[in-house]
């Protein structure tokens, strides 16, 4: 049996024919994930869904009832976590007037997403990193911004986490900028995010990555499946901004399963499994579900690197339905039916990715796989990160077959800026490349696409 064992490690080394590298967690990032709060995600679900409606149309005057005292309390609750961290985020309405529609908003409304910024502390970096939920909710009928709609999955589990993530990081400081956002209007087609994408754009932002939580609290499937371990991620495959010459470099040498948003979900699932490692992020090769959407998409529209986190197994009992019993079937999105634990480590998923992008130094540029001429080797070349190379310790070469859906080998190359793989065929495998910090925080990760210079 053992000597089995050691043959198949021998056969796996010699296979490799290079080292891997051995990563320890940061026990600073570990500390900050256990720090999240599963009794605190639940007050704020139970809290959100007390407003009885948070319908995008439903009152405003009210302090107890609609979505003008729900959007009050997130922005009160979360300078109460901003004083508390000492005053560095900063909170506000992001607000805009929306005209009737003629679809499913019937009058002029004025819309208020609610942000927290956590500025970044180098001015040179300018990164910015956004996770996001939808606070608004529904019932059966899209119109009816009265009746009881408690969204406790949909979307007060997403939103619910964004404000842990922002209580737990308040007092913190990075490098790069994180954004915690809660928006309405998702139900009515995506409005609050499409206000802040288009946004982030025109103001010229550096959005190095995007992810909405949207139904990420029920862990009980209409399948009958009970899973609290899996979170879905869902990333597009060719980003939507390709430009003519980029789709016949993909054509030609591949690339359809390496877009931003795929290397964001693959590394969120490698950091995000790295410090809960009870959980699984299960990567989905597509941008959403059927017939569904979500406020990463005008993200991916505008050019960004943006993400779906969703729960493992769909309740389209508990989604957009009135809350009612028929034929002994409970219907309807209320906080009984969420499972608050299973929230915070979805939610520790994603402090650990955000927290290790945002303290990690920038991913290097002018990055690509030298092409001009023809080898049995691989040569990879860069150049250092425009801002905070001074915190680049060395790079991370990945490697993958071609057929692999993430990557298989990771390589620490030192603080170089190039490397050749000798005997590696580009024609066999795919590449990346990351810079890391001294402490071991990675990039995002650089596709390694043919340069011919
Ligand atoms: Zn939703």
Redesign the pocket.
């Known amino acids: 049996m053992k000597r089995l064992y050691v043959l198949a490690l021998l056969a796996f080394l010699a296979e490799a024919s290079f080292a891997q590298v051995i990563i320890h967690p940061d026990p600073y990032v570990a500390g900050l994930v256990e720090a999240v709060s599963a009794d605190s995600v639940e007050a704020s679900v139970r809290r959100l869904a007390a407003f009885g409606t948070r319908h995008t149309l439903s009152e405003t005057d009210s302090e107890t009832e609609g979505i003008g005292a729900a959007r009050r309390w997130i922005r009160r609750t979360l300078e109460r976590y901003a004083e508390a961290g000492g005053g560095r985020m900063e909170v506000a309405f992001d607000e805009f007037p929306y005209r009737a529609d003629g679809r499913r908003i019937d009058r002029d409304v004025v819309m208020k997403n609610v942000v927290a910024r956590l500025p970044g502390t180098d001015p040179n970096d300018d990164r910015v990193f956004i996770v996001s939920g939808?606070y608004d909710s529904r019932v059966s009928d899209i119109r009816n911004a009265t009746d009881y709609a408690p969204?406790a999955s949909?979307?007060a589990s997403?939103t619910a986490a964004v404000m842990e993530l922002a209580r737990v990081l308040a007092g913190e400081r990075f490098p790069a900028t994180l954004i915690f956002m809660t928006v309405p209007g998702?139900?009515q087609g995506l409005i609050g995010a499409r206000h802040f994408a288009e946004k982030a754009d025109s103001l010229g932002w550096n959005v190095a990555g995007m992810i909405t939580l949207?139904?990420v609290g029920n862990t009980l499937g209409d399948n009958g499946t009970k899973d609290n371990r899996t979170i879905r991620l869902f990333s597009e495959g060719v980003p939507v901004t390709e430009t003519e010459r980029d789709a016949g470099l993909r054509r030609a040498v591949g690339g359809e399963n390496d877009s931003p948003a795929r290397q964001f979900a693959r590394y969120l699932k490698e950091v995000g499994e790295r410090y809960a490692p009870l959980m699984r992020v299960k990567l989905i090769y597509r941008r959403d579900r059927f017939l569904r959407g979500?406020?990463h998409i005008p993200f991916s529209e505008h050019g960004f690197a943006a993400v779906r986190m969703t729960e493992p197994n769909e309740a389209f009992t508990r989604?957009h339905q009135d809350v009612r019993t028929e034929d002994g079937i409970a219907y309807g999105d209320v906080p009984d039916a969420v499972d608050f634990a299973y929230i915070a480590n979805v939610a520790r998923v994603n402090l650990a990715g955000l927290v290790n992008l945002a303290l990690a130094p920038p991913p290097p540029q002018k990055a690509g796989l030298w092409a001009r001429g023809l080898s049995v080797d691989t040569r990879l070349v860069w150049e250092p990160p425009a801002a905070g190379a001074d915190r680049v310790a060395g790079y991370y070469v990945l490697v993958r077959d071609t057929t692999s859906p993430v990557w298989e080998k990771k390589i620490f190359v030192g603080n170089v800026t190039e490397y050749t793989l000798k005997g590696v065929s580009k024609d066999d495998n795919f590449f990346g490349l990351q810079s890391v910090d001294a402490a071991g925080h990675e990039s995002r990760i650089l596709f390694m696409k043919p340069i011919f210079r």
């Open positions: 939808h969204g949909d979307d997403g998702e139900e949207d139904i979500g406020d989604q």
